[in-house]
C-alpha cells in the first residue's frame, strides 16, 4: 500500500512538473507560417529580414503551387 502510494505521488510530480516546464514555452524546432511571396528570392529576403530585428532565429521556404513560397520562421520566445 505504501509503495503504491509513493508510485502515484511519483508520477504526479512528473506530470505537474512536465506541465510546469512546458506552460508558455514552444520547442526550438517550431516553425510558423510568416507570409506568402512570389519567389524563391522574395522569400529569402523576407527571412533574411528579420534577423537583424531579432524577430526570428531561423527561417525556411517551403514551395507551393503557382510559383509561390511559403515563408515558415522559428520565432525567438
Known sequence: MLKKFFVSAALAATVVGGIGLGAGTASAATFVPAGVYPSIN??????NAGFPQGRWVGWRCEALSGGQYLLWVQPTY
Not at 42 to 47: F, L, Y
Request: hydrophobic share 50%; charged share 15%; aromatic share 0%.
Open 42 to 47: 522574395a522569400c529569402a529576403d523576407a527571412g
